[in-house]
C-alpha cells in the first residue's frame, strides 16, 4: 500500500473538521488559563503552565480520535468500556485516597481518575449497543438489561469511592443515550417514581459529609465561617462581580484567598467577580454554541452510532455545565462536579477532549453508511 493511499484518506478527513468547534473549545480552554493566572496571583504557575501542558496533550487525542474510521471506534467500543471498568475496579483495590475520596489510581507513574474516563466509555458502548439494535426491538424490556447494567454497575463501583456528582453526570448521560435510541417515555416516569420513592432509604446510605452538604444547601447561613463557608464566599464574590465585574485579578473574595477551591470547582465563580455578568453570559454563550453544534451533528449525522456519539457528548458537557453552575450559586448542593475547559484537572480535561474528538468523528463520517451488522465504511 502506498504512502498517497493512507495519507490521502487521513488529509481527507482533516479537511472536513469541525473547525469552529475546533477554535471554540480552544477559546474557552485559553479563558481557562487565564483564571488560573489569575487564581495564582499572576504566575503562570503552578496550575496554567500544567494544564497548558494536560490541553496541548488532549488536544492531539482529539486529532487522533478525530480522524480514526469509525468502523475502528465502533469495533472497540465494548474493550474501551471493559478497560476504564477494569481501572474502576482498580481503584477499589488499589486506590490511592485524595481531597477525602478514593478516586485515583497509579497507572505507570501517571495518577488517573477512572471515572472521568468512563463518562466516555458509556457514551461509547451504549451509542454501539443501540446502532446495533433495531429499532422495533429498543423498548422490549430484555433488550434494555444489557445497556441498564451498563451504565449501573460503574455508577455503583463510583458511588462507592464516593463521588456522587459524577455517578450523577453518568446516569444522566446514560438516560439521555435512552432517550435518543427511542426508549419510550414509561420507562423513565416509571424509573423517577421510584428513585423518588427510594430518596428516604438512599438518604440513610449517604456518608456523614454528604449529608452536611445537603444541610448545608439548605442553611448555608447557619455556619457560615464552617460548612457553609465556601457556598457563602461564592455566592458573595459572584454578587459583588456586579454587571461588569471588578476587572481581571481585582477580585477581592478571590485574591485575598477567601474563595475556596477557586481553580477548580469555584472557577465560575472567580470568573464571575472578575468580569461579572457580561464575562459570565459570554462563557455561557460559548457553551451554549458548543452543545448546539453537538446537537446540530447529531441530528445530522446518518447512522445512529455517530448520533448517539455527539448527543452523549453534548449531554455530558450541558449537564457538567448545569451542575457546576448551580452549585457554586448555592442552587444545590456542592458535589465537586467541575467545569468542562475552564477547571484545573487533567482527567477532566482529557475525558472532555476526547469526548469532542468522538463529536468531530461524527462530524466527518455524517453522511457515510454504517452497518448496523459491523460492516465496513
Known amino acids: 500500500m502506498s504512502k498517497a493511499s493512507i495519507l490521502y484518506p487521513l488529509f481527507s478527513r482533516f479537511t472536513q473538521m469541525h473547525w469552529i468547534l475546533v477554535l471554540f473549545v480552544t477559546l474557552l480552554a485559553c479563558i481557562g488559563f487565564a483564571m488560573m493566572i489569575s487564581a495564582a496571583g499572576g504566575n503562570f504557575s503552578p496550575w496554567a503552565s500544567r494544564q497548558v501542558m494536560r490541553f496541548m496533550f488532549a488536544f492531539f487525542l482529539m486529532l487522533i480520535i478525530a480522524l480514526m474510521p469509525a468502523t475502528l471506534l465502533l469495533r472497540y467500543a465494548y474493550v474501551f468500556y471493559v478497560l476504564c471498568l477494569l481501572l474502576l475496579i482498580g481503584v477499589e483495590m488499589a486506590g490511592f ?14 495518577n488517573i481518575q477512572p471515572s472521568e474516563l468512563m463518562k466516555i466509555a458509556i457514551i461509547i458502548a451504549l451509542a454501539r449497543y443501540f446502532h446495533s439494535t433495531n429499532l422495533q426491538d429498543v423498548n422490549r424490556f430484555i433488550v434494555l438489561v444489557p445497556p441498564l447494567l451498563l451504565v449501573l454497575v460503574p455508577a455503583a463501583f463510583i458511588l462507592r469511592q464516593p463521588n456522587l456528582g459524577t455517578a450523577a453526570v453518568l446516569v444522566f448521560v446514560g438516560a439521555t443515550l435512552f432517550f435518543m435510541s427511542g426508549v419510550r417515555a414509561r420507562y423513565f416516569l416509571v424509573i423517577i417514581v421510584l428513585g423518588l420513592a427510594a430518596a428516604p432509604v438512599g438518604w440513610h446510605f449517604l456518608h456523614d459529609y454528604q449529608k452536611q452538604r445537603v444541610q448545608t444547601f439548605l442553611h448555608p447561613e447557619e455556619d457560615p465561617l464552617g460548612a457553609g463557608y465556601n457556598i457563602m464566599q461564592s455566592m458573595i464574590a459572584i454578587g459583588s462581580g456586579g454587571f461588569f465585574g471588578k476587572g481581571f485579578m481585582h477580585g477581592s473574595q478571590g485574591q485575598l484567598d477567601f474563595l475556596p477551591e477557586k481553580h477548580t470547582d469555584f472557577i ?16 455561557i454563550a460559548l ?8 446537537v446540530a451533528i ?28 448551580a452549585m457554586v450559586m448555592g442552587l444545590i448542593p456542592v458535589v465537586g462536579v467541575p467545569l468542562p475547559l475552564l477547571s484545573y484537572g487533567g482527567s477532566i480535561m482529557i475525558s472532555m477532549l476526547i469526548g469532542f474528538g468522538l463529536m468531530q468523528n461524527a462530524y466527518v463520517h455524517r453522511d457515510v453508511h454504517l452497518s448496523r451488522a459491523m460492516g465496513v465504511l
Do not use: Q
Open 97 to 110: 485516597i485524595g481531597m477525602g475520596a478514593k478516586r485515583w489510581v497509579d497507572v505507570g507513574g501517571v
Open 298 to 325: 447529531g441530528l445530522r449525522c446518518r447512522h445512529m452510532f455517530g448520533s448517539l456519539l455527539s448527543m452523549g457528548v453534548s449531554a455530558m458537557l450541558f449537564v457538567h455545565i448545569v451542575i457546576n453552575m
Open 268 to 283: 465560575f465563580t472567580m470568573l464571575a467577580e472578575e468580569f461579572g455578568f457580561v464575562g459570565c453570559f459570554i462563557i
Open 287 to 294: 457553551y451554549t454554541t458548543l452543545i448546539a453544534y453537538g
